[in-house]
């Protein structure tokens, strides 16, 4: 039905018009279709009728309606605020811990890179050119005649691409005493007596050749007065003898300089890498 006075739509039961206040007079009220109900989120203050959203005065009393505030207050937006930053920072510190976590594992595959003697580890060392050498020999000595002088050495597990590199020189202890000599034939002989052979043999090879036989080298110089040690090790474990010969010589000892050094394709110190290789053998790695 409709006020007789606005001419609002009025639920039915209404006494009181929901907009101007006027009474309900049935008998000239008007009926017409009357919209969808409402949801109904008020109350009177007065009589506690149940109001339709929207009501201005009661449909039984009459009473006007004072209506909530429908807009947030500042407190409620500025609690609002402050949810929304803590929200977006949770998913940054997950970000941040999940980078450094990459890079401590990025540091600790470089160190494996660089001190590991895996197979693995060796052709990286290779591929980015790091070396480091082992001194075998450096010092000046002599060898007596029909005698021969070695030095050994051992290659550790895993080792590939190791070459035992240096130079040799050898000289007659009475020397000074040829270079007097105004003979050229004396001078030839004196030049024979200054050569020295030079080897570098496995263990099982150095056995044979010590016993007297012919035995497979890793280098051989030849009778040479001086030359150049360059040859690459076979890969893995092993234990090695750079050998200098004097057997063939009747009477002359021989003095010799000469510097040998074990070419790794790895920089980084051997007392430094055992102490690594035993961090890595603690964590069974």
């Known amino acids: 039905m409709l006020c007789t006075k606005c001419a609002v739509n009025l639920p039915e039961g209404s006494e009181f018009c ?31 009728a149940t109001l339709p959203d929207g009501a201005q005065f009661c449909l039984k009393c009459g009473k006007p309606v004072s209506l909530p505030p429908k807009t947030p207050t500042i407190s409620e937006r500025g609690a609002t605020e402050q949810v929304i930053p803590s929200q977006v920072a949770r998913p940054k510190r997950k970000l941040s811990r999940l980078l450094w976590l990459l890079l401590a594992l990025f540091l600790v595959a470089i160190l494996w890179a660089a001190t590991s003697d895996s197979p693995y580890a060796q052709g990286i060392q ?81 056995t044979v050749w010590q016993n007297g036989y012919a035995a497979s080298s890793v280098y051989e110089s030849g009778r040479v007065s001086q030359g150049t040690v360059e ?43 055992r102490i690594v290789d035993r961090f890595w053998n603690w964590l069974g790695l």
């Open 126 to 206: 290779e591929l980015v050119g790091w070396k480091h050498d082992q001194t075998v020999l450096q010092t000046p000595f002599s060898v007596s005649p029909h005698n021969f002088r070695y030095y050994k050495f051992s290659l550790p597990q895993g080792s590939m691409h190791v070459a035992v590199v240096g130079q040799f020189s050898a000289a007659s202890e009475d020397s000074k005493s040829d270079n007097d000599r105004k003979n050229s034939d004396k001078n030839k002989d004196k030049d024979a007596d200054s050569n020295i052979e030079v080897y570098v043999l496995s263990e099982p090879a150095f």
């Open 231 to 273: 040859a690459e090790l076979p890969p893995g474990a092993g234990i090695y003898y750079l050998v200098f010969s004097n057997k063939f010589a009747p009477k002359a000892a021989k003095n010799v300089n000469a510097t040998v050094l074990l070419r790794y394709k790895n920089w980084v110190p051997e007392s430094f890498r």
């Open 18 to 48: 929901l907009k101007c206040g006027q009474p309900v007079n049935r008998a000239r009220a008007t009926t017409a279709a009357l919209p969808p109900a409402t949801i109904a989120v008020l109350a009177c203050s007065k009589c506690g």
